[in-house]
């Protein structure tokens, strides 16, 4: 602890340089005689390539993962390399064109794509931030961009300098140089020059540009991290050049005729690295050069790029420095901050050294407090304590970290008795908690067993995106307790990665399902709802929030998928009944339907349908009303009528041993016999409402239901509402007080005998009888012949009366008509009875803005449909345009089915698909109805992704 930092340091102009030990390690067995290795961006983790195979290793040497290639199934490999954006992906490509994507090398899981490579080979590969560059022996290269990976097929951009190219040139080194968005540019040293290809993503063009240098061959080009300098390496003269990124400005000169080094890179943004056996050079902007030397015992084999280096380290540059690995040992070489300069440099006098010597001898329980006074009345504690805090950022010590913060407490304390700077402490002070907390996590993240040594500068990059890359990282090596740990790290510091809780836990029950093979259902369903348990526990204070809201769709979905059924079933009948812990778990209504259809559980839909019955009788649905109807419907056709009746008599259900009771054991029959049954006639001619009524034995609704059958055939209004009769107000008043006699009478006794739970829907049929009695009497028209509120609704909003919407609005709310049911109910009107589609544009353009997504409560999708299936093209592109749910290829599909070739085009050139934008305008020449002028709007579009 008494040996100052700053005795390692050597000193290059006015700079300082520091070699420090990350890790002491031993080279794994698998690296002796490699053919290629690759060290991933900031986590160094080394991928390194042997006889078909590539073995994945932490930077402490410690063993993460296998990954196998078939040379003869997917040709010979020519790269197996980590991506260049800091995910860990793993990319092998062959000769052949075979590209592999391992995007979980822990789990080995991948994705093979091919490209056509016409006959050649490639030659070599090189990854940057947002893609990869292959290089092919016919003088193209083909780029292509990670997102592209995503999807089903990739197409790269094609690259062709066969004009700037001659057969002879010697390609002697090359590299990519990252740009704007996806443009990029590579440097290519041919002859003694560099060319340039400039690639313009937004016009999908490239320009050639010979730089027109005399100074080649450069077989080692390099480009700094900040993009602003360009390292040349002539290996005849030994002549190293360090230029401006536009190779116009030369900077600096370095000349080295003993040996040629083994490899060049960047340290940092600020200084080359040369690479040789015994040393290494440090080269800076001034042609000046630093010198460090390697024991014998240090030098490494291994082979980079296409090149055999024997006896040098594998280094890998680093946005604020240069990751080196020796044969015992990796170490990082950095310039040194100005703030550590300042506090460490020996007989340094600047406030942070005066500030950090008073802390060590107040330790030491010296009297030394008349410095801290003067650094108060100067004004200079502020900027001391600035400068202490970048110094505890950039230490690797523990140590020194902790007197480093001891020393900034110590002047945050005398720096408080000064009132009037309380926005400066204020700032101070959230400072010092964000600077440990985030050292709390890199200290944990630097430990052996995690293998992940990376700097605060390098740290600050994994968190953008809500620390998207780093909670990533580590999930891809199965860190899932740390990945908790720091979700609760990051929020001490306003970073909110809440929404990676639901991943972390779906991730870890995904892993247990697949490599628990031996477990039965049983005892993973037991596993997972403990685990469940935990996760919530220590994830409670998220959001202030009491419960986890926890989905298992995901797990479900998978274990669906591994045949795992038992296990399926359990996860979605785990309701809140069953819960011991403070969780809500939440299922989609497609695994219902997947039960319903697939794995024939009627009685766990029935149960999931219709769970309870809240405290005023309405039944609480777990999903739409809609989805209900749909799964009696199919129901009642799939099986046998008896056993549907035995389903809507369900009462209890036996779930792995234990019996599990319906809150209201009429709530399923009611809503069938209200919804579905009296919808439905029998084959005999008597409902199956009769029939069901029948088989229970119950007389007092079975005579009920053959009187309302008498009352409509009395009534001839109510069966057939079509028919034009002359409007009477008498015979609507009479009808009127026949039925609310009835009704109430029903009411009455319903409510005195052992069916008192029905009623509810008794009296709501008095409130809708009322209502339709009181329309009659304000439009001079016969309502009360309908029988529903939603008949209503379409009589109300039809060409006839063309209710507005805010008194619709009103008989919505006061009959508990859901949003989906009444756009249903809407769009149904406006384009079958009316077929208005017009106005049914009118109201959807009108009312879309009150809904937080911008979208109908039945989404696009209906609407469209009918569009189509009424041959109302007028405004469909307005709701396919707007569908936020769509792809753009289901877009374009809509488009082709009605025949508007011009807009499918102008999808598929928009989002770069060549292959779907010929196919478009094959169709298009095939169709006789398609016009001279869309053929040729068509065929200009797949010219320009052809260049």
Known sequence: ?????????????????????????????????????????????????????????????????????????????????????????VYFVSATGVIRQVYDYMNNNFRDFRISIDGCHILEVKHWEKGIVIRLSNRKFFALFYNQFLTDSVLPVEIDLSDSLQTADVIYGWTVMAGTDNSFELLIGKDRTVMTVQYNASLARWLVVDKALTEGPFRHISVSPNRKLVSLYNVETGKNYIVSSD????????????????????????????????????????????????????????????????????????????????????????????????????????????????????????????????????GTLEPAITDLVESARDEFGILWQKRLLKSIQLGRLYFDKDTTQTSALAAINDAYLETVTKLRILNQLRAREIGVYITYQQFQLLLDDHAAKLLGLLLKRNL??????????????????????????????????????????????????????????????????????????????LAYREGRLTLCKQLLNHTAADRKYPLVITTDAQFVMKFLTNLE????????????????????????????????????????????FKLL?????????????IANSSLISSFWVQNVGRKEAGMTGQSDVEKWYYQQDNKFELENERFETELKAIDPKVENSTVFREFSIEDVRASYEKRKQIYEAMVNEYSQSAYKSDTGYLKRELLLLDYTYDLSKTYQSDFIQYKTIIDVIKVLIGPTFNLPYSKLAKVQKQFKVNDQKLWYTILDTFTVQSNSFIKLHEFVVDHISMYSSNQPPIGFEPIIERCIVRGSHLNMEFYVSECKTLTYKQKIEIYLNVREYLKASTLAFENKNSALLLEIYETAMEDGQSNERTRTSIKRYVDQLKR
Not at 298 to 310: A, G, I, K, R
Not at 623 to 637: G, K, T
């Open 1 to 89: 602890m008494n040996t100052s930092p700053s005795l390692g340091w050597q000193r290059l102009d006015d700079v300082y340089y520091r070699l420090r030990e990350c890790y002491a390690w031993t080279v794994p067995h698998e690296t002796h005689a490699l053919s290629k290795t690759s060290l991933a961006p900031i986590t160094s983790t080394l991928l390194a390539q042997k006889e078909g195979s590539a073995y994945a290793y932490s930077s402490v040497g410690a063993p993460l993962a296998q990954l196998n290639w078939n040379a003869a199934k997917s040709g010979n490999l020519v790269s197996c390399e980590w991506s260049g954006d800091c995910r860990e992906d």
């Open 247 to 378: 190779l116009e400005q030369f900077y600096a000169e370095y000349t080295n005729n003993d040996e040629a080094p083994g490899a060049v890179a960047w340290c940092g943004s600020d200084a080359v690295i040369l690479v040789y056996k015994e040393e290494i050079k440090l080269v800076g902007p001034s042609s000046e050069a630093l010198t460090f030397y390697l024991n014998e015992e240090e030098n490494l084999t291994f082979t980079v790029d296409t090149y055999s280096y024997e006896e040098y380290p594998l280094v890998r540059t680093e946005c604020d420095g240069l990751k080196m690995f020796y044969k015992n040992k990796v170490s990082f070489l950095s310039r040194v901050g100005d703030a550590s300069v300042d506090a460490f440099l020996i007989g340094s006098t600047s406030p942070a050294a005066i500030l950090l010597d008073s802390s060590s001898s107040l330790h030491q329980q010296l009297t030394n407090n008349n410095s801290l006074f003067n650094l108060q009345e100067t």
């Open 480 to 557: 899932h307790y740390l990945c908790l740990k720091l979700l609760m790290e990051l929020r001490k510091i306003n970073v909110s990665a809440d929404r990676w809780f639901d991943t972390i836990v779906n991730h870890w029950f995904n892993l247990k399902i697949k490599q628990s093979n031996s477990a039965s259902d049983q005892e993973l369903y037991e596993l997972i709802i403990a685990k469940l348990g935990q996760f919530s526990v220590q994830c409670q204070p998220f959001n202030g929030r009491k419960d986890v809201v926890m989905s298992l769709n995901e797990i479900c979905d």
């Open 601 to 644: 559980e009627h009685e766990l839909v029935l149960l999931k349908l219709f769970p309870v019955l809240t405290d005023d009788g309405d039944s609480a649905i777990a999903y739409s009303y809609d989805l209900s109807l749909l799964s009696l419907y199919i129901l009642q056709q799939k099986v046998t009528l008896p056993h549907f």
């Open 649 to 661: 008599n369900l009462t209890q259900f036996n779930s792995n041993g234990s019996i599990i009771s």
